[in-house]
Structure formats: C-alpha cells, structure tokens
Nanobody
Framework: QVQLVESGGGLVQPGGSLRLSCAAS????????MGWYRQAPGKQRELVAT????????NYADSAKGRFTISRDNAKNTVYLQMNSLKPEDTAVYYC????????WGQGTQVTVSS
C-alpha cells in the first residue's frame, strides 16, 4: 500500500511552465516504475511519462517529448514532472502512478493552460 500526493498544478498561459510533484508515503524503490498520466475532459487517461526508480530510464509519450522531463528523488520518495512550452491541449488532470505488484494512483492535480 502507498499513498501518492500530487501537487504543483494550476493555471498557466500558453508557453509557460509548471513543475508537478508526486510525494509517496513509502520508499519509491519498492515500485519498479513511477509515472505521470493525464486525463482531459471526455477523453481516456493517457500516458505522459514513466521512469524506473532503479536506473532512471525514462519513457515519454510523443506529445511530451522535448517539452516534459520526468525525474525522481529516491531519497525524498518524490517524482517530478517538469513541463515547459505548455499548450492548451495539455490541459488535463495529471495523475501520479506507482507500479509494482499492483498499480497505485494519486488523486490528481489540475493543469489548465489558457490565456
């Protein structure tokens, strides 16, 4: 069992940046992969980026490549998503995920990109 708490969402203008954080209630090295997903209104939840907690290998959705960076701090049990050059189509609720023997989700943080 683990609790995941996301923070850092908000309203930002197109072209702006946000940094999301996901704080886990226990060591994230218990989970081989941590990730960020997002769900826009009326759409299915989709992968944004994942990172392995040992080794730090990353994987990005095509929409995130070159703009978003996922990272982790194992000592702080925290995963980050740095989002740059944000677009209106990035507007969604962003969820943190921990994958091990089962999948765990946070409650989500809203990101709105609008002028």
């Amino acid at each position: 069992q683990v609790q995941l708490v996301e923070s850092g969402g908000g309203l930002v203008q197109p072209g702006g940046s946000l940094r999301l954080s996901c704080a886990a209630s226990r060591s994230i090295i218990n989970f081989p992969t941590m990730g960020w997903y997002r769900q826009a209104p009326g759409k299915q939840r989709e992968l944004v980026a994942t990172i392995t907690t040992i080794g730090g290998s990353t994987n990005y959705a095509d929409s995130a490549k070159g703009r978003f960076t996922i990272s982790r701090d194992n000592a702080k049990n925290t995963v980050y998503l740095q989002m740059n050059s944000l677009k209106p189509e990035d507007t969604a609720v962003y969820y943190c995920n921990a994958w091990g023997t089962r999948s765990y989700w946070g409650q989500g943080t809203q990101v709105t990109v609008s002028s």
